[in-house]
T-cell receptor
């Protein structure tokens, strides 16, 4: 119930292409879905996040699509650049309104953007 | 954005010794901090939730006597790995939530501390 399943495990995209990473969850109590970007040897940094009351959120080249009925959400990176090469983690938590932020992370996707 | 600082960023110690890792929120008060462990090429696994002024809450399978957590102030939490062994070698990452910004939802992560036990 607490798991968040992420795919693919690794992804190679050509520069300028669209990178798509998918996540699925089971716990219907989850009400906050962030995506994190992590470079080697560094802590994760928040990229973009969504609440279940909207189906899509866009910030620059990054878009989250959220399907509440399917319990799935995905990250789309438009015009992918070599600097986007990193490991991406989806996550989920419940109790957003109470400030609870006990995140459950997906397994991670190692993204490589070829020049 | 808010800054969470970890120290040290890397540490090498001998088996059987204890190591303390500090996590500081530099420009906000963190009533709650979280400690994660990350093995190479794996995801972040939550170890414990640290609440200022009270005992930490440990996740199932995490030895509370081995991983001592202290959250004595609103800006500092420490993780002490006691009697460290090679299998404790990992990347330890803390995160903190701004206690006054409940609605933002964002957790701020530290840069991580790489522990190598010889």
């Amino acid at each position: 119930q607490q798991q968040v399943k992420q795919s693919p495990q690794s992804l190679i995209v050509q520069k300028g292409g669209i990178s798509i990473i998918n996540c699925a969850y089971e716990n219907t109590a989850f009400d906050y879905f962030p995506w994190y970007q992590q470079f080697p040897g560094k802590g994760p940094a928040l990229l973009i996040a969504i609440r279940p009351d909207v189906s899509e959120k866009k910030e620059g080249r990054f878009t989250i699509s959220f399907n509440k009925s399917a319990k799935q959400f995905s990250l789309h990176i438009m015009d992918s650049q070599p600097g986007d090469s990193a490991t991406y983690f989806c996550a989920a938590s419940s109790g957003y309104a109470q400030g609870a932020q006990k995140l459950v992370f997906g397994q991670g996707t190692r993204l490589t953007i070829n020049p | 954005g808010a800054v969470v600082s970890q120290h040290p960023s890397w540490v090498i110690c001998k088996s059987g010794t204890s190591v303390k890792i500090e996590c500081r929120s530099l420009d906000f008060q963190a009533t709650t901090m979280f400690w994660y462990r990350q093995f190479p090429k794996q995801s972040l696994m939550l170890m414990a939730t640290s609440n200022e002024g009270s005992k930490a809450t440990y996740e199932q399978g995490v030895e509370k006597d081995k991983f001592l957590i202290n959250h004595a102030s609103l800006t500092l939490s420490t993780l002490t790995v006691t009697s460290a062994h090679p299998e404790d070698s990992s990347f330890y990452i803390c995160s903190a939530r701004d206690g006054l910004a409940r609605a933002t939802g964002e957790l701020f992560f530290g840069e991580g501390s790489r522990l190598t036990v010889l």
